[in-house]
């Protein structure tokens, strides 16, 4: 395949590998004002991908037969969920380990984790949870850290049904150190994934794995010991399925959880937080809305709210979490009409998607509304991705949110601290799994 506009010079591509790590969004619009779309970006670490950014080139990806597409490897984000996980599992693999894992996040069951939701946020707001400080008047709240503490207590709740506090607080520590060792460079510069007598960042990174991988594997034994297999959390039904997984592989699915299922949805909330707050008249009609419910409302009444609901999708349009859905092919295919080869990877930039004028007017303003005048298709708007690879939590990610949200402006009034009320909206860089804002963004609790 001739890659006439990818960076091909080793330097070259650091250079495009900062720029995107330094501004993602803007990166990618800046490629394809140069080549239209669609339009050649390379990584390190990645290899060269042939990305979309419109509703057609996304249709064309998702629809991809699917016996021809897998992950791409080598990936990044391997060192941190493992050759076995579901996001990097292929063919017969993949379909299995999907049977297994979607039921875990069914409408049905994800009902029965709307309470933990609701308590995890209650417990961060009045200070009840370990670590958290009380959101009283005067006190300035880091909204990443109060976000990732409450839905890390959603994951291991759902997970592992963790309700020890001297266990919750261990597992807290050992995975808040494990995702914060893998720094934006040793995701995107392999090179620098290399130990050095024991304190080079990959060292640190590899300890800090171990402890977590530890604390999974003795909750693995002791269930499997004291045959506590019951279903009422994600381990004890994978313990009970009629599919046996090896404690190797099942460490790396539910680390896989841990990775993708709480800082994906802690950094949604912090964006919600942070545009309801700089639009007064959306905020006022939010939480009129989230009163008439009522503060006691059962939490799946508030994951229903139509205006509620709004301002979750439009958050999730201006910030994508996870900006780049990925395939690499194992067949030819042509995307919007680019010859790939077997070995080839194609990808959607899902900012660039959601920002087509032709489908979204005014696309730099945050404007929920825009959800309630006209559905968006599935290949218009696509945070969680599309096909057979959908986000297998995306369920639970859609409730936590509105939960989360609406458990919060019930109950305090907030205001983003002078660094954040006007002027630009900060940027997203790449955190781990997920994309997120560069710098924890604040609030003063007013009441
Ligand atoms: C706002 C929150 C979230 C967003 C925006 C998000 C987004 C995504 C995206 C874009 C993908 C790739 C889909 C594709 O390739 O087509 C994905 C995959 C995945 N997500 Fe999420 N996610 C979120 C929350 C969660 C949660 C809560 C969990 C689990 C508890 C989760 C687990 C996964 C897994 C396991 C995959 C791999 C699926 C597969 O390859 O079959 N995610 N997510």
Known sequence: MALPSAPRTPRLVAAHALAAGIDFDRYFRWRRSREGDPFYVRFPGLGTALFTGTAAGARELFRAPVESLEPPRPNPIEPLVGAASLILSAGERHRRDRTLLAPAFHRGRIRAYGELI?????????????????????????????????????ILGAIFGVDDRERHAAYTTAVAEFLDAFSGPLLLVPALRRGAFGRAPWDRFLAARDRVDRLIRADIAHRRTTGRSDDTDILGMLLNSSVTLSDDELCEQLRTLVVAGH??????????????????????????????????????????LPYLDSVCQETLRLHPPVPIVLRRLTAPFTLRGVALAAGDTMGVALPLLHSDPTVWPDPGRFRPERFLER?????????????????????????????????????????????????????????????????????????
Request: net charge positive.
């Open 375 to 447: 559905r968006f298709g599935p290949f218009e708007f696509a945070p969680f991705g599309g096909g057979h690879r959908r986000c297998v939590g995306a369920t639970l990610a859609e409730y936590e949110m509105r939960i989360v949200l609406a458990t919060i402006l019930a109950r305090v009034r907030l205001a983003l601290t002078p660094r954040y009320a006007r002027g630009r909206t900060p940027l997203s860089v790449p955190h781990n799994i997920a994309t997120g804002p560069y710098r924890a963004i604040t609030f003063d609790v007013l009441s």
């Open 263 to 304: 800082e994906t949805t802690a950094t949604s909330v912090v964006w919600a937080l942070y545009h309801l707050h700089r639009e007064p008249e959306v905020l006022a009609r939010v939480r009129a809305e989230v009163r008439a419910a009522g503060s006691d409302a059962d939490p799946m009444r508030l994951a229903t």
């Open 118 to 154: 609701r308590d995890s946020a209650i417990d961060e707001i009045s200070g009840a949870a370990a670590g958290s400080v009380p959101w009283r008047p005067g006190a300035t709240i880091d909204a990443r850290a109060a976000s990732r503490a409450v839905t890390l207590r959603v």
